[in-house]
């Protein structure tokens, strides 16, 4: 803070750093590892996970109650076929993408204030990806033959249509899985081999020193696992874009009316990276307060998200302008008519709830005061993630409603299981951070002391 | 030089990374080639200092992602043009443009396979136990905040008295032998 700016600035905001000062390797160390390893459960955690459980619990019923029943059991009927299932879907995966692009794209940026996020984020991106697995698992109506759709030498001789976009996304939201997965192992290792390090119950040394794997932090082990740590990121920047390219071609490959535009890979991938920090933020926030982790979760990290939610809210915003007008342009009279239900249809008010949400709120974060406000951070994070689901209801069911000829046009309205279902995978992806926080770092250690290395100055 | 049977070498323990490189070069200077060096997160410099060549885990995510990529490919030519040809009003049966997306994907899913479990292969993971963990000093603190270097025992340079007393004259805080077992 004592050098000065080389300029005569009237106005310099000091910029927070991304780890306050005074820290060393034992204490990033004993800090991160003190949240599994020493710190008693608290009774927060306990009342958090008991409630997320029962979510969890209304999840198990109402997927027992649809299988028992079949699909019918939703909302969806003709022509909405797709229904909550497939907005659910899209809503999770985008989620999971700032994960993915914190630990990867950030990485290759050498940013450093991915550091003390990425681990939860990564967490953050395996069970949202688990949940939205779930819905169009479950949307078979059987899941039971789900293998189906995985090329096999059946006796039937059958294969799947490799030129449908449904198995493109099998293949994408399975490949994004696994690799979300490896890449959050990956870096787990170190961390892995410190809590089998510093564990004191015998339980705990074997199943840390199991999953470490004999970690031992050797020069050549750790020259071959940076190589491998940045072919990942290499790796997974490109195939996250791909993955919410893939879902977006779900809609955008068929002719439906809304769907059928050339605008919807960019935004559809803008729109996850956007309700992704929203949830990043959502968890950071509680997490930081407590954990007490605000030394490493700073304002910056903070701050930071919030200018990258203000940018990708832009690029949805333009993406919803570009929509309007490529109808109007068109006198395309189907698509300039499911403009015109967007605005006046039976479902205008989900549409204006959208822009609410996902446009005009979130120019409030031009405001630095609102940018390093916690509360009004946390506040918008959740209008955020609000107006994220509801945009992919507007693309679903009111395009579904208003399809090409009346006879065809139809209603939808979500039952309580559909709810149920909802709020159920609500509590399992809550439940799994609950459990993450307790058993594993939720911030990287090792990258934490290379931090220390850099900012504290070992050199002399 | 009977005591290679049981011994696994002589290890040095430092405070910072940068007594840690410096460690590092003057061992090598000094001539000893079967060292290794162990720190609690990577040290920029270490592999400089240690004159580590390049590893073979891209060539391997190469391979892997190719595998992944032509064997996809191939795959979904062979499965739409002639394990399950449909006629879908004479369009090609090699549609090639619509197999690109999952040809992708499978090329990302070799190459990322083959980076993770290369790198466990060449590592030598998972392996549980090493004659390291015997030294209490090393099993506390190497994964936390101090840095190790172990001069091993089938190094030709290697014994155990001048060794020892080469790495206390490089400001290590404490030498320690390294039993093998």
């Known amino acids: 803070m004592s050098t000065r700016p080389p300029y005569d600035s009237v106005d310099v905001q000091p910029v927070s750093p991304v780890i306050e000062p005074g820290h060393t390797y034992a204490s990033v160390t004993d800090k991160i590892s003190a949240i599994v390893l020493t710190r008693p459960t608290s009774l927060g955690w306990v009342v958090g996970f008991s409630l997320t459980f029962t979510l969890v619990m209304v999840l198990t019923v109402s997927v027992a109650w649809l299988i028992a029943k079949g699909v019918g059991i939703w909302g969806i009927n003709i022509p909405v076929g797709w229904g909550f299932a497939i907005v659910n879907f899209v809503w999770w995966i985008g989620i999971g993408h700032a994960g993915t692009l914190i630990s990867a794209i950030l990485f290759l940026l050498n940013q450093q204030w991915r550091t003390s996020i990425n681990r939860f984020a990564e967490a953050m991106t395996l069970f949202a990806v688990a949940c939205a697995g779930l819905f169009p698992l479950i949307h078979t109506g059987r899941p039971w033959m789900a293998y189906y759709m995985f090329p096999y030498p059946s006796t039937m001789g059958l294969w799947p249509q490799f030129r449908s976009p449904l198995i493109w996304d099998v293949f994408a939201v399975s490949t994004y899985g696994t690799v979300s997965l490896l890449f959050w192992f990956v870096g787990l290792i170190p961390d892995l081999a410190t809590f089998r390090d510093r564990s004191v119950k015998k339980p705990m040394q074997i199943v840390y020193g199991m999953l470490a794997m004999g970690w031992r932090g050797s020069a050549r082990h750790w020259h071959r696992y940076q190589s491998a740590y940045l072919l990942l990121a290499g790796l997974a920047t490109p195939l996250v874009l791909s993955v919410h390219t893939v879902v977006s071609f779900d809609f955008a490959i068929a002719i439906v009316p809304g769907w059928h535009t050339t605008i919807f890979p960019p935004y559809f991938v803008a729109g996850a990276i956007y309700s992704g920090f929203a949830m990043v933020l959502t968890i950071a926030i509680p997490l930081r307060k407590a954990y007490d982790l605000e030394d490493f979760i700073t304002m910056r990290h903070l701050e930071n998200m919030a200018k990258v939610m203000l940018a990708t809210g832009l690029i949805v915003a333009y993406g919803y302008y570009y929509e309007y007008f490529m109808s109007v342009y068109s006198g395309n009279k189907f698509d300039l008519y499911l403009t015109q239900m967007r605005f006046h249809g039976p479902y205008s008010h989900f549409y204006y709830a959208l822009i609410l949400c996902n446009i005009l709120t979130p120019q409030l974060l031009w405001i630095r005061k609102v940018r390093t406000n916690i509360p009004a951070l946390f506040v918008m994070s959740l209008i955020i993630n609000l107006g994220m689901w509801l945009e992919r209801f507007v693309i679903v069911v009111i395009s579904l409603t208003r399809d090409f000829m009346p006879s065809a046009w139809g209603r939808f309205s979500a039952t309580v299981w559909d709810y149920a279902t909802f709020a159920g995978t609500l509590g399992l992806f809550t439940m799994l951070l609950f459990l993450f926080v307790r058993v594993l770092p939720a911030i990287s250690i090792a990258e934490m002391r290379e931090l220390v290395r850099h900012t504290s100055g070992e050199h002399e | ?181």
């Open chain 2, 1 to 181: 030089m009977d005591h290679r049977s049981h011994t696994y070498g002589v290890v040095a323990e430092f405070e910072t990374a940068e007594q840690l490189i410096q460690a590092a070069e003057r061992t090598r200077s000094a001539g000893y080639r079967r060292f290794e060096a162990y720190a609690p997160f990577p040290v920029e410099g270490l592999s400089e200092a240690m004159a580590l060549k390049r590893n073979a885990v891209p060539l391997i995510t190469l391979i892997g992602g190719l595998a992944g990529g032509l064997g996809g490919f191939f795959f979904q030519y062979w499965v739409s043009a002639m394990a399950y040809p449909l006629n879908i009003g004479g369009r090609p049966y090699n549609s090639w443009p619509a197999f690109i997306p999952v040809t992708f994907e499978l090329t990302v899913l070799g190459a990322a396979l083959s980076a993770v479990f290369g790198m466990l292969a060449l590592n030598g993971l998972p392996r549980p136990h090493h004659p390291l963990f015997n030294v209490h000093r090393f099993s506390k603190h190497a994964t936390s905040d101090r840095f190790f270097l172990c001069i091993e025992a089938r190094d030709p340079k290697f014994s155990l008295a001048d060794s020892a007393r080469f790495l206390q004259g490089l400001h290590a805080t404490h030498v320690s032998e390294v039993e093998d077992d």
